[in-house]
C-alpha cells in the first residue's frame, strides 16, 4: 500500500497531543482518525488537530477501516490489554512506553504482534532522533576511548496527588515505570554499542529508592547497572524531585555529555547538541544536531518506513522487540531492589490476564491428546511444567499462551515448594480451568520417601493448590528400602478418598513399576498409570540430580509399548541441547548441560537434527521434541517454557511428523 500511513490515536491525553503535532510534520503519516472514552472527548481532540474520524469508543477507533496503525497512549496498565486488541484488529502499533508495567506484558503484546503479523514498536522517542543516532556513531568511532560509567538521570517533580496516576498504585504509577525507562534504555544502548551490539543487558542489578508511605510507589531511586566487560551505570529517576536529567559517559579517553538526552520537546523544533570532552582537550568540542521538528515526528516516519517496508520492527537505535524485553527487565529488577510490587502484580490480588478478559480457549491445530488411564479428562500430549512461575505476571503470560493453544496439563511437586503451587492455583481459580485442566502432584522426595510422608505431603499440596483432588499424584523418586505394594496400598486408600484419581511413580525403575503392578493386580486394587523418567532425543550421560532416572535404552522403551503405561518424560528437550547457540549463548558452556548431555554420539544425533530441521523448517529442538513424541507408546513430554517465544516454539514440534526411518536415523540406529 502507498501513501502515507494513517494513524489512529487512541486515547486523547497531553503525550497524545504531542504525537498529533508530530504528525503534522511527519513525512510518512497523517492522523485520520482518533478514539476516546467519550464522543465528547473524541470531538474535541478531532477539532484541535483536524482528525476527521472520531469515536466516542477505543473500540470503534480499532474497528475503523481507514486506520492502518494505532497509537496508544492510555494510562500504563491499559497499553497490553488494548496494543493486543489493536494487533488482533489488524492494526500496525506504536505503544508509549511503557508498552506493558512488566516485561511478561510486553511479551504478551509482542505474541500478539507476531501472530497478527504487525508492526510493533515501543514508543521512545528519542531512540527516533538524529541525536541518538549521532551519539551511537560517535561511540563506534572511539571518541571517548574505552566506555566505563555512563550516569543517566530523569526526574521531575511533582505535586501529591493520591489519585493522579503518576502516585496511585492501581495505574502504576512511580518515577522508575513513568520515566525511570529513558536511562534505563540509554546506558544499555551506550553499553551495547560499546560491546559492538545494538544494546546490552545488565548482568546485575541493584537499587535503592523512596517508596511513598501512602501509595508505595517509588517517589524517587537510584539504580546500578553491571554490564559485561566491566561497564558500570549508574541510573536515577523520580517523580518528587527535579534532577539533572542528563547522560554523562566517562571513557578512557574523555567524557561525552548530552544536556538534553530524551529531546522531550512536545511541539516546535527539537534539535540535538552533544558536548565531547576529550583527554587533553582544553574545551569540550561541541556537537550540534540539527532538527526542525519534534522527536515525536521522527518517531512517527521511523514507523511509517518500517511499515511501508513490510518491516515487523524497526531497525535500532529505535527499539526492537529484544530491546524493549530487555529494558523492562531491567526495569522490573531496578523495581525489585527497591521493594516496589504493584498490587495488581500480587498473587492474592490476581482476577484476570494482563488482557483483561477471558481466556480464547483455541486448541492448537497440531496439538494431540492422549488417554491415562483412570482419568477421563483426555491429557495434552504436551504437559506445562510448572517449576519457574514464581510470579504471578509470568506465571499468567506463560500459562495463558499454553492454555490457549488447547493445553490442559501442568505438572507441579511438593518440592517446587508452596509458593508454584499457590500460583498455579490462584490461576486456574482466577479462570475457572479446574475442571478443564489435568493436575499432576508429585511427593514422596528422597527423604520422604515413605508412605506417611506422602500422604502427609499430598494433603498439603492440595491445600496449596486449593483443589480437593489431584488428577495424576507422581511419587518423586523411589525408595527400594519400602515394599512397592505398601506404595500401592496408600495410592488407593488415598484414590478411594477422593485426593487422587491416577498414580505413578518418576524416576522408578520399570522392574519396581512391574512390582507394585503385581501387587495391585493380585489384590484387584489400581495400579500405576503413568511413570515419569527421561527421554530425550540425547541419550543422558550424568544424571543432573541424584535419583534421576533414564529410559533411552531400547528395552525400556519396548516394555513401555510391552506394558502400555504413559511416559511423561522431563528433561524432554535435553534442558537446551538442542537450542541452537545463537538463541541461547549462556547455555554453551553450562556446566549442567555438558556434564549430562556432552558425548559424541549427542553431538552425532545433534547434528542429524539440524540437518532434518532445515528439511522441515523448524528449529533442531522442535526435531528433538518430535522425536520423543513420536514413540510407538503414549508419551506426554514436561515442557518448561519460561517465554512466549518458547511456548511457541515448543507446539512447533507438533506440526512435525517424524517417518519410522527418520526415527531411527535421528537416534543412530540405521
Known sequence: MNGKVR????????????????????????????????????????????????????????????????????????????????????????VEKPIGINACEAEIV????????????????????????????????????????????????SGFNAEGRLWNNAMAGGGILDVGGYPVSVARLVAGIAAGADFADPVAVTGA???????????????????????????????????????????????????????????????????????????????????????????????????????????????????????????DAWRAAIGLVYESEKLENYRESAVRRPLRLRRDPALAYGRIAHLDTPVARLVMGVDNQVEMPHASAVFGAYAERGGNAFDTAWIYGERKSRVLGRWLAAHGMREASVIIAKGAHTPHGNPTAMVRQIHEQLDWLGVECADLYLMHRDNPEVPAGEFVDALNAEARAGR????????????????????????????????????????????????????????????????????????????????????RPDLRDDPGLVACWYSEDNFRRQARAVELAERYGVEPVNIALAWVLGQPFETFPLIGPRTLAEVRSCFRALEVKLTPNEMRYLNLED
Open 7 to 94: 494513524w489512529g490515536l487512541l486515547s486523547t491525553g497531553a503525550i497524545a497531543k504531542a504525537f498529533a503535532r508530530g504528525l503534522r510534520t511527519s513525512q510518512t503519516g497523517e492522523a485520520v482518525a482518533v478514539g476516546s472514552r467519550t464522543q465528547t472527548q473524541a470531538d474535541a481532540f478531532g477539532d484541535a488537530f483536524e482528525i476527521p474520524h472520531r469515536h466516542g469508543s477505543y473500540e470503534a477507533l480499532l474497528a475503523d477501516p481507514e486506520v492502518e496503525a494505532v497509537y496508544i497512549a492510555t494510562p500504563h496498565p491499559l497499553h497490553a490489554p488494548w496494543a493486543v486488541r489493536a494487533a488482533e484488529a489488524g492494526k500496525h502499533l506504536l
Open 110 to 157: 509482542q505474541d500478539a504482534a507476531a501472530a497478527n503479523g504487525v508492526f510493533l514498536m515501543e514508543a521512545y522517542m528519542y531512540r527516533c532522533h538524529p541525536q541518538t543516532a549521532r551519539l551511537a556513531a560517535l561511540l563506534r568511532e572511539g571518541a571517548i576511548g574505552e566506555v566505563r560509567v555512563i550516569h543517566a538521570s530523569f526526574s521531575f517533580q
Open 209 to 331: 529508592g523512596r517508596l511513598h508511605p501512602k501509595t508505595g510507589v517509588d517517589a524517587w531511586a537510584v539504580g546500578t547497572l553491571a554490564f559485561p566487560g566491566g561497564i558500570v551505570a549508574t541510573v536515577a529517576t523520580g517523580i518528587g524531585v527535579a534532577q539533572e536529567n542528563a547522560v554523562r559517559i566517562h571513557g578512557s579517553e574523555g567524557t561525552i555529555l548530552v544536556p538534553n538526552p530524551y529531546v522531550a520537546a512536545r511541539e516546535g523544533a527539537a534539535p540535538g547538541r552533544i558536548l565531547v570532552h576529550r583527554r587533553g582537550a582544553p574545551e569540550p568540542e561541541a556537537i550540534e544536531v540539527p532538527s526542525d521538528v519534534t522527536s515525536y515526528a521522527h518517531e512517527a516516519d521511523v514507523c511509517g518506513c518500517a511499515i511501508r517496508a513490510g518491516r515487523r520492527e524497526p531497525e535500532a537505535p529505535a527499539m526492537t522487540w529484544a530491546d524493549t524485553l530487555g529494558n523492562l527487565r531491567a526495569q
Open 500 to 583: 487422587i484419581r491416577a498414580f505413578g511413580g518418576s524416576n522408578w525403575t520399570p522392574a519396581r513399576v512391574d512390582e507394585a503392578n503385581a501387587w495391585a493386580s493380585a489384590r484387584g486394587l489400581q495400579g500405576f498409570s503413568a511413570v515419569s523418567n527421561n527421554l530425550a532425543l540425547a541419550e543422558m550421560v550424568k544424571a543432573p540430580w541424584a535419583g534421576c532416572l533414564s529410559v533411552h535404552a531400547a528395552a525400556d522403551r519396548q516394555w513401555f509399548a510391552d506394558r502400555g503405561i504413559a511416559l511423561l518424560p522431563w528433561s524432554s528437550q535435553a534442558r537446551g541441547f538442542f537450542v541452537p547457540a545463537r538463541a
